[in-house]
């Protein structure tokens, strides 16, 4: 299965960042005390993307109830099930 190669998925109050499908890291704010720009630069110096890779989504309903029962992300975006963000959606 394909996957984006850089990908933030939230799920209200939780965000998750995956690289080529793996999850790297978790919470409930990606860079908490830093800010998402200074985690995304830190993240792109170390796994070589630029903010033209990075793609966002949400998890769906029934993802969101394993998050709810679970309290977190699996390790593998495999098993994750998630909309992409539309094109529409994004900053105008």
């Keep these: 299965m394909s996957y984006p190669r850089i990908l933030i ?9 995956f690289v080529e499908g793996e999850l ?10 830093c800010g998402i720009i200074s985690f995304l630069k ?3 110096k170390e796994y070589n ?9 949400y998890v769906d309903d ?8 679970y309290g977190n992300f699996h390790d593998e975006l ?5 909309n992409l963000k539309e094109k529409e959606d994004e900053y105008q």
């Design 24 to 33: 790297i890291v978790e919470g409930h704010t990606l860079g908490d005390g």
């Design 42 to 44: 830190h993240m792109s």
């Design 49 to 57: 993307f630029t903010l033209l890779n990075v793609k966002e989504g």
């Design 78 to 82: 495999l098993y994750v099930t998630y």
């Design 62 to 69: 029934l993802y969101m109830e394993y998050l709810e029962d």
């Design 9 to 17: 998925l939230y799920a209200d109050d939780w965000q998750g960042f």
